[in-house]
């Protein structure tokens, strides 16, 4: 008979057990749940609702259980649902009737809800110690290619110069970026919904901030409803991860620009390539393409658990037992990702000539050849103009705005003069971009202290 068979008068069919059965994914909830039981039932005692000698009882029953579990010596039954359900069967099995004391003044409700929301905490931590490392490794690479000058590029045409240490502090903010906001769901989420059971609390005496301190929670929720009818945080933390996975996707696909033919930018190690079935020749960065694939199954995730949550009445519905699946393969998703591509980055190697000799053309210092008319007094829209005169000069005579004469410049503009080439190399442009959070060299190591200050405050 099923621990909530009270009311009914006969079995739910076989097909409707399964149907409605999580046992199969919760699992994996089982410290979470029986750390909740543990402080529960300690509160119980405390209070004087059960005795000590049954809290004590039932605390060691439930660390007994926690033990063998992690020994692998316990197998779950889908004949209790859910975790919960088996847990407190175990329980009662082993330690008899005082066992059933340790559901007084609690529901399923507030019970999973604990549990989700502690399970999402640990989780986040974990998330954000894997993007650390994946901090580490930029801030390493860009420490080896700080005058490695490259293209920067908009509309994927070539466009200014920078270095790669430059362009790899862009992405080293957008995750920190990342790390904020998991922090920041963190902290929101650092309310604990036990004892707001079914949805209208409880008539007993219990104590909501001692439960929620000794399972690390900050404080209590405010509202009983909310507790167990609340998925922000598990929505705002599938958010969080989905723009984290957008960032890897959007590096992941300039890895693989990079590492093709046409731009020869890096070159993936071995160990974090494969190769074709069919042509000996390939060098395939199947670690970014799977890492861009798998953005699109967190993005999913994300649209589950919004859809499922869009239309429910306060409080609890069965719906919400979908939340976990989504969030589980997210978490999943997220901390294989991570690794493998902090790894692949960290073994890259950077082909620091074919950057250069990339960044020699497409006339990327043309904006530096117009400021040096502006500088010497031009308005800047008739420097644009003259400048783009002279790109299309330069593309007559394929020469380069480096290699073009003197008096082609001259016979534009008088104030060209012979420092103009001066003033068009490509470290000069850089160099010459110290504003803050700009290109330049000076520029770029401040950028890379506040990601080191970051990492370390963290630490």
Sequence with gaps: MKLWGGRFQ??????????NSSIGFDARLYQQDIAGSI??????????????EESQKIIEGLRGILADVEAGKVEFSQDNEDIHMNVESILTQRIGDTGKRLHTARSRNDQVAVDFRAYVKQE??????????????????AEENLDAVMPGYTHLQRAQPVTFAHHLMAYANMFKRDITRLEDCAERM?????????????????????????LGFARPTDNSMDS???????????????????????????????????FRFVELDDA??????IMPQKKNPDVAELVRGKTGRVYGSLMTLLTVMKALPLAYNKDMQEDKECVFDAIDTVEMCLP?????????????????????????NATDCADYLTKKGMPFRQAYTIV???????????????SLPLEEYQAVSPLFQQDVYRALELNACVNGRTVYGGPARSSVEKQMRLIEDFVEARQ
């Design 124 to 141: 986040i931590g974990s998330v954000v110690s894997l993007l650390l490392a994946l901090e580490k490794a930029l801030l390493k690479k």
């Design 39 to 52: 402080a529960h039932a300690a509160m119980l005692g405390r209070q004087g609702i059960i005795s000590q």
């Design 272 to 277: 974090y390539s494969t190769g074709s079935s």
């Design 388 to 402: 783009g005169q002279l790109v299309q000069r330069c593309i007559q005579l394929g020469q380069t705005l480096e």
């Design 10 to 19: 006969k079995e739910t069919d076989a097909l409707v057990d399964d149907f």
């Design 190 to 214: 650092d309310e604990c919904p036990l004892g707001a059971g079914a949805l209208a609390a409880t008539t007993y005496p219990i104590d909501r901030f001692r439960t929620a301190e000794a």
């Design 340 to 364: 493998v591509f902090t790894a692949m980055l960290d073994t890259m190697t950077v082909k620091k000539e074919n950057m250069a000799r990339a960044a020699s053309g497409g006339f990327i």
């Design 228 to 262: 167990v009818s609340d998925r922000d945080f598990a929505i705002e933390f599938l958010s969080a991860c989905s723009i984290l996975m957008m960032h890897l996707s959007r590096f992941s696909e300039e890895i693989i620009l990079w590492c093709s033919w046409e």
